[in-house]
């Protein structure tokens, strides 16, 4: 069955680094683009980042553009979030996402993406 699994959370302090992994199985990962996305309690989920079947297309929310850079390894199966100058308002869960509908990859929105995994946890202290 499909699978995404979600790794490298954990709490940092302002400033600071975190690189979040997300292994998928149960599908043909490389023809589905993928995204991060991340929520708070009491917020909707919102976008973070998508890239491309190749991973030569990527987009990013305007709150984290120079900071964080979605890559992946289609060998490996494996989609990444690099997350670099973290401030305490990135403190969420962050969920990965794959999708075949990668003409819609460009809006961020959670409504486009079909698979999700379960959701790593983030938190930046100031």
């Known amino acids: 069955q499909v699978q995404l699994v979600e790794s490298g959370g954990g709490s940092v302090q302002a400033g600071g680094s975190l690189r979040l992994s997300c292994r998928a199985s149960g599908f043909r990962y490389s023809d589905y683009c993928m995204g991060w996305f991340r929520q708070t309690p009491g917020k909707e989920r919102e976008g973070v980042a998508t890239?491309?079947?190749?991973?030569?297309?990527?987009y990013y929310a305007d709150s984290v553009k120079g900071r964080f850079t979605i890559s992946r390894d289609n060998a490996m199966n494996t989609l990444y979030l690099q997350m670099n100058s973290l401030k305490p308002e990135d403190t969420a869960m962050y969920y990965c996402?794959?999708?075949?509908?990668?003409?819609?990859?460009?809006?961020?929105?959670?409504?486009?993406?079909?698979?999700w995994g379960l959701g790593t946890q983030v938190t930046v202290s100031s």
């Open positions: 996402a794959a999708t075949v509908w990668c003409a819609a990859t460009a809006g961020l929105r959670p409504a486009d993406f079909e698979y």
């Open positions: 890239i491309s079947t190749g991973g030569s297309s990527t």
